[in-house]
């Protein structure tokens, strides 16, 4: 997953939820419509956090009268103060597989489609001139082969042009450079058929070696059996060809893949000038040489001008990277969009000419003070309660839906776009099966003897569901997201294929909890059952994280209160050895979240199932046989309603499983001077588009 969170939306919380309501009993501008018609990958009726209403412009795209009075002292500049850290890990699209980075690759590069505005499941052709489909000839009728159209007289930065050949290059580097940091597993699995391992730890290195040894091991590599190094380059050559002639590239896929186009729109799908790639400390394209370029440290890949520089066909160019300081963009004065992607989007030359991004402005009073003296265009709130500095300065107050009203004091510079779904979540996760070799004193006595638990307590259906009919939404979404939130009913979001908010769901109900508990077979060495014995057990989180340790103490607190022999204690760990605790699997419940790398279900069934908080739970294998046979009919299958049937089975099988606790979806914010237009919300980017804005 993605190892930094997108910015802008104060997705940190400090607020702690109230004593006595939530803690526990002892003690978060318009032009001609585009030619080439979306690609949309949902169906259905859309959720009410759905990210394709995610086109919140009316206010930059026709800002009121009073917005109009705002005007910048230089409306070619945009200045966006961020927090720390705000630099890139690399620049090299193949490797980076962070935001801050991603954010400058997604407006210097461009990928073969991108996103259809704000719409995170829909997509418009970019370097490709129509996104495929079954429909256009552009995707096969057994879903494994992918036809690209590549769009001719593109220029790269450096003036060299763009061909087919680039692009097949591009994905065959991303695949050979490997490294299990990289995000090139998300397209391991679909273009070379090897699955994901339960830590999603897979690179090029399998095809070598398929026990997985190889991975990050680049001196182990380089002394592997040559047959086997070229057999691999080959497999992934002839998995990505390229037609000069006819100017497509073709994925050959090895089996079918519902979130392929996905996988392909986000940063690491930027397409790349092999000529430039070679001379600038990379991979040359010859399949004798290729172990040699394999990498496991951005550290090392910065050592190279395609770590640290650039050189795409996007719409800015980097101007300088000065690291711990400061990231400026150039617009390119040769920028090939001439139609819109989307009605009303940008073409041309990008209208605002730099982009400075200050990225080691740490203190929120002084990105606010530079916010406030119109220094700054937008800075990074930090944290949710940052908020609260910024509503006073807001004189209008746009929601995720396009709809814009004034403010209290319509006067204030400010314009502030709420209720914003984000793309990550906390989640409870029970453990099956207690790790207890060298003891386990997070689960007492380890037998259920009213002093401890057995480590396979969570086995009993009736302990889980108890569980959830024993969480306090209410109380988490008001204390933990201060209100901005939804519960989730399903593993994927909301918006994506297969979330319905009519799916069946848990609720805090303390009566149902206390009926489950009395419900459980489990029985005490004497015979009592678990109502009557008690247990004694307890949970985790790592100091400084307050969502979790809200949760886990609302967890506890209503726990305790069906019956006061349920004893529940709430520990704060250091992050090492808390996560020292979850890799061992000695926690009986685990508080985790996941931050989804494409916006799509796959991504989320995969690791609350095979992956690696699924792994973390010691699932029975009955169970995970269950989900997972859906899981791979859901990515093998291409069409949405389809994909929607199948998981609407994955939720139902999930709800009545009840293996972890779902919590909710926070609903993040994002001011700007309302001098500043275009701006629009897709939850997937990484940052701003910036190539969409424009100052007045």
């Known amino acids: 997953m993605f190892r930094y969170l997108p910015r802008a939306l104060g997705l940190m919380v400090i607020v702690v939820i109230g004593l006595g309501a939530c803690a526990p009993a002892t003690g978060t501008p318009e032009v001609a419509s585009a030619t080439q018609p979306a690609i949309s990958t949902t169906s259905g009726s859309p959720a009410p956090l759905a990210t394709t209403a995610a086109t919140a412009t009316s206010a930059s795209a026709q800002p009121s009268a009073a917005a109009l009075a705002f005007k910048s002292k230089d409306p070619t500049t945009l200045t966006y103060l961020t927090q720390t850290p705000g630099d890139p890990d690399t620049l090299d699209p193949a490797f980076d597989y962070e935001t801050s980075g991603g954010g400058i690759i997604q407006n210097t590069y461009d990928t073969l489609i991108f996103y259809d505005k704000g719409d995170a499941n829909s997509f418009v052709p970019q370097l490709a001139s129509e996104v495929p489909s079954q429909a256009n000839g552009g995707i096969s009728a057994d879903g ?383 015979g009592r059952s678990l109502w009557d014995t008690g247990f004694r057990m307890s949970i985790a989180y790592n100091v400084g994280t307050i969502t979790r340790q809200v949760a886990d103490e609302i967890l506890a607190r209503d726990i305790r209160a069906v019956n006061a022999k349920f004893d529940v204690t709430v520990l704060g760990l250091p992050v090492k050895t808390f996560f020292a605790a979850v890799n061992a699997h000695k926690l009986p419940l685990l508080v985790l979240g996941w931050q989804e790398d494409i916006h799509d279900p796959n991504d989320w069934v995969v690791p609350f199932v095979t992956g690696v908080n699924g792994a973390r739970q010691s699932l029975p294998t009955d169970l995970v046989s269950q989900l997972n046979a859906l899981i791979d009919q859901g990515a093998q299958e291409t069409d949405p309603a389809k994909r929607t049937a199948i998981y609407k089975q994955f939720n139902q099988a999930f709800y009545e499983a009840a293996p972890d606790i779902l919590l909710a979806v926070q609903t993040g914010r994002f001011y700007e001077q309302r001098w500043v237009l275009g701006y629009y919300y897709n939850p997937i980017y990484s940052t701003l588009y910036y190539y969409a804005l424009s100052k007045q």
């Not at 000038?273 to 090392?300: I, L, M, N, P, R």
């Open 144 to 526: 494994k082969t992918y036809t690209f159209k590549i769009r001719a007289g593109v220029k790269f930065h450096n003036g060299d042009t763009l061909t087919p050949d680039d692009v097949a290059f591009t994905f065959r580097r991303g695949l050979l450079q490997g490294g299990l940091s990289s995000p090139q597993w998300l397209l391991f699995q679909p273009i070379l058929g090897v699955a994901a391992s339960p830590s999603g730890n897979n690179d090029i290195t399998d095809l070598v070696d398929s026990s997985g040894k190889l991975g990050d091991d680049k001196a182990s590599l380089l002394k592997a059996d040559p047959a086997k190094l070229l057999a691999a380059c080959q497999a992934v050559t002839s998995a990505i060809t390229a037609d000069d002639a006819a100017n497509t590239v073709t994925f050959h896929l090895a089996q079918s893949w519902g979130p392929f186009l996905a996988a392909l729109a986000n940063a690491w799908g930027s397409i790349m000038d092999e000529k430039w790639v070679g001379a600038s400390g990379g991979w040359d394209g010859d399949c004798h040489t290729w172990q040699k370029f394999y990498q496991t440290k951005s550290a090392d890949i910065n050592q190279l001008r395609i770590g640290t520089g650039e050189n795409g066909t996007g719409p800015y160019v980097l101007d300088h990277w000065t690291p711990n300081q400061e990231i400026a963009l150039k617009a390119f004065d040769a920028y090939w969009r001439t139609e819109p992607a989307w009605p009303g989007g940008p073409t041309g030359v990008p209208r605002l000419k730099t982009i400075n991004l200050k990225t080691n402005v740490s203190q929120f009073a002084t990105r606010l003070a530079a916010l406030r003296a119109g220094e700054a265009d937008m800075i990074d709130p930090q944290l949710s309660s940052d908020w609260t500095s910024m509503d006073p300065l807001t004189g209008e107050t746009c929601e995720v839906s396009g709809a814009c009203t004034p403010a209290a004091d319509p006067s204030q510079p400010l314009r502030a776009f709420r209720g914003l779904p984000q793309t990550n979540r906390t989640d409870v996760f029970f453990n099956f099966n207690a790790d207890t070799s060298g003891g386990n004193d997070f689960i007492g006595s380890g037998k259920l003897d009213g002093q401890g638990i057995p480590p396979d307590f969570f086995s009993d259906l009736h302990v889980r569901k108890a569980f959830n009919y024993c969480f306090d939404w209410d109380a988490y979404i008001k204390g933990v997201l201060l209100g901005d939130g939804v519960q989730s009913y399903d593993v994927m979001l909301p918006g994506e294929i297969g979330y319905s908010d009519q799916d069946p769901h848990y609720t805090y109900d303390p009566a149902r909890c206390q009926a489950e508990f009395q419900a459980s077979s489990l029985k005490g060495a004497d």
